[in-house]
């Protein structure tokens, strides 16, 4: 299995499509880094300006943390957009390619096939959050250092410079969670097709709609948006609250992994029963 999944991570890094997400992030993160850089006064944050009026900050407020948190905030939402461009071409991509017949005549058997890619699809949105990490966390401190970070939500925390880091490192590993569950519906749509730009674009369409549907306040939706994963994508939020709701942050960690095994395993299912004709 670990031969397969090295061959299946040599076919992802092999095209350009993969390096896509690391470039995007790495320009949008360096460019938000050198604006603030170059454009911040001695206000503490963009945010903070509105309270300067009734409370008194002190220290070094305009920290990495904070850029950081500003950064991840403003890049997460388009992360599922960098990740389905591999992951609608992990199988479709194979008979786009021609080699689906050569593929499955190896002597491996199509669970084999489908688990590697799947993995493979897991560890490329892990190295894809990492990188992010680089770039927001680890860029941020080099730049404007370290200090206390002050979380806007239904109301204001200031969490001390030696509380930040944990939580960090948890709301990157909740996102990988998360940006696996976008990868693996990728991976679906692609088990369904030969061309890898339907499932590309049909997940980028799905993630839309029910982004859509779960901002607009109609009671027809609001009885529909506990089921649509993409109201859990963003439990990482909770490690920025004091104290941590970890009953929420179990629920939805616990929805997402759900629909991780549901796409992952229609996608076995379908697989497994597919005429290979070319």
Do not use: C
Request: glycine content about 6%; aromatic content about 14%; proline content about 3%.
């Amino acid at each position: 299995m670990l031969t397969l999944i090295s061959i299946e991570l040599y076919k992802i890094f092999k095209k350009w499509r993969a390096y896509i997400g690391f470039i995007a992030i790495t320009l949008l993160a360096s460019l938000i880094n050198v604006a603030i850089y170059l454009t911040a006064d001695n206000n503490p944050s963009f945010a903070l300006r509105s309270l300067g009026d009734q409370f008194v900050f002190a220290g070094n407020l305009l920290n990495g943390y904070a850029i950081a948190n500003l950064t991840l905030q403003a890049l997460y939402i388009h992360i599922p957009f960098l990740i389905v461009l591999v992951g609608g071409d992990l199988l479709a991509g194979e008979a786009t390619g021609g080699t689906y017949r050569m593929l499955v005549t190896r002597p491996v058997s199509r669970f084999e096939i489908v688990t590697s890619k799947f993995i493979a699809a897991v560890i490329y949105t892990g190295l894809l959050i990492v990188w992010l990490a680089v770039m927001t966390l680890g860029l941020g401190l080099l730049i404007f250092g370290t200090g206390p970070l002050v979380a806007f939500k239904t109301k204001v925390v200031i969490f001390a410079a030696n509380d930040v880091l944990w939580r960090f490192m948890a709301a990157y590993a909740f996102a990988t969670l998360s940006m696996t569950v976008v990868i693996t519906l990728a991976f679906l749509f692609s088990s369904l097709v030969e061309n890898a730009i339907g499932p590309i674009v049909t997940t980028m369409a799905v993630i839309i709609i029910f982004l859509i549907i779960s901002v607009i306040d109609i009671d027809l939706f609001d009885a529909v948006k506990p089921y649509l994963f993409t109201n859990y994508l963003t439990g990482w939020s909770y490690f920025f609250d004091d104290p941590v709701d970890y009953h929420a942050l179990m629920k939805d960690a616990g929805v997402l992994a759900l629909h991780i095994a549901l796409f992952y395993g229609a996608a076995l299912y379908i697989f497994s029963k597919k005429d290979i004709l070319s």
